[in-house]
């Protein structure tokens, strides 16, 4: 079992950066790979970005690339997405997600993700 809290979330204004954070309990964090989706009401849950267990691999949807930067800190069992110039149509609940199978790849499908947080939202003001 994995436990995830993310944290982080606000009401900002376009152009602001904010920094999200997902701690993981549990299992060794360093073991699986994990990821950020976000979900717009009335929307799909989206992926946004994705890290290997080393951090070597890295993937992000096109929305967000060059804006976003995901990372993690295998020993405070930390993730972390680092959000900069963002713009309304960021605004949603972001979930941190555990994928226990893909330890060593950035993975986008959602179906390859084992444990999910309870999400945090994040709103943006145009």
């Known amino acids: 079992q994995v436990q995830l809290v993310e944290s982080g979330g606000g009401l900002v204004q376009a152009g602001d950066s904010l920094r999200l954070s997902c701690a993981a309990s549990?299992?060794?964090?360093?073991?699986?790979?994990m990821g950020w989706f976000r979900q717009a009401p009335g929307k799909e849950r989206e992926f946004v970005a994705s890290i290997s267990w080393s951090a070597v691999n890295t993937d992000y949807a096109d929305s967000v690339k060059d804006r976003f930067t995901i990372s993690r800190d295998n020993v405070k069992n930390t993730m972390y997405l680092h959000m900069n110039v963002l713009k309304p149509e960021d605004t949603a609940v972001y979930y941190c997600a555990a994928a226990l199978y893909f330890r060593d790849l950035a993975v986008r499908s959602r179906g390859a993700y084992t444990y999910w947080g309870q999400g945090t939202q994040v709103t943006v003001s145009s």
């Open positions: 549990g299992r060794t964090f360093s073991n699986f790979a």
